[in-house]
């Protein structure tokens, strides 16, 4: 049963970069069967999802963060993470990573998959 | 603004049926890509509830259920319980965007 959880620091400065890094237990991060992803809550606010990849390396952003964001996979550590650089106070949230599982897949690409499971969630908070 | 829209907020009494409603366009829902829902406890992590439109993952109790029609998804929860209080997204994907959506979640309350 995969297990995911996330680890960086709590706390980033305005314009620095955001690291976190999610570590896969119970299941191989190289599977064919999963991509990888990034969602944030804010406090307050909702779900939004940042970034997916898959193990090959292909990455799919959010359009709105694409520009600061970079998601890679490390295959020897059975770990993903995320970097978001530029940060401000907008980008406090509870970070959360979690195992995409695929839908319907055609052409390389995937759709309609769903996120599951999910690391607890970490709070990083950005302030100077 | 979230691309798929929901009601902020939900309530209702123990025992009774409650329905959430998420909203699209023909870029998302309308376009035939699934809906999946999950519900998130207070302090904790999201969970999946549906996936598939109607389809509950193995330990999700049948008072959950999930359906869709055009532009629109729905979740039921029948049989209301104490234990249901907790915020509920559905998410999609939109063609776009090119991406994942959620809607903007529903605060659920038990009377």
């Known amino acids: 049963q995969l297990q995911l959880q996330e680890s960086g620091p709590g706390l980033v400065k305005p314009s620095e970069t955001l690291s976190l890094t999610c570590t896969v237990s119970?299941?191989?991060?190289?599977?064919?069967?999963?991509?990888w992803g990034w969602i944030r809550r804010p406090p307050g606010k909702g779900l939004e999802w940042i970034g997916t990849?898959?193990?090959?390396?292909?990455?799919y952003y959010n359009p709105s963060l694409k520009s600061r964001v970079t998601i890679s996979v490390d295959t020897s550590k059975n770990q993903f993470s995320l970097k978001l650089s530029s940060v401000t106070a907008a980008d406090t949230a509870v970070y959360y990573c979690?195992?995409?599982?695929?839908?319907?897949?055609?052409?390389?690409?995937?759709?309609?998959?769903?996120?599951?499971?999910w690391g607890q969630g970490t709070l990083v908070t950005v302030s100077s | 603004q979230s691309v798929l829209t929901q009601p902020p907020s939900l309530s209702g009494a123990p025992g009774q049926r409650v329905t959430i409603s998420c909203t699209g366009s023909?870029?998302?829902?309308?376009?035939?890509?699934?809906v999946h829902w999950y519900q998130q406890l207070p302090g904790t992590a999201p969970k999946l509830l549906i996936y598939?439109?109607?389809n509950r993952p193995s330990g999700v109790r049948d008072r959950f259920s999930g359906s869709k029609s055009g532009t629109s998804a729905s979740l039921a929860i029948t049989g209301l319980q104490a234990e249901d209080e907790a915020d509920y997204y559905c998410?999609?994907?939109?063609?776009?965007?090119?991406?994942?959506?959620f809607g903007g979640g529903t605060k659920l309350s038990v009377l």
């Open positions: 998410q999609s994907y939109d063609s776009s965007l090119s991406g994942v959506v």
């Open positions: 990849i898959y193990y090959s390396g292909s990455t």
């Open positions: 119970g299941g191989s991060i190289s599977s064919s069967n999963y991509y």
């Open positions: 598939g439109n109607s």
């Open positions: 979690a195992s995409v599982v695929l839908g319907y897949c055609t052409g390389g690409v995937c759709y309609n998959n769903w996120f599951d499971p």
């Open positions: 023909s870029s998302n829902i309308g376009a035939g890509y699934d």
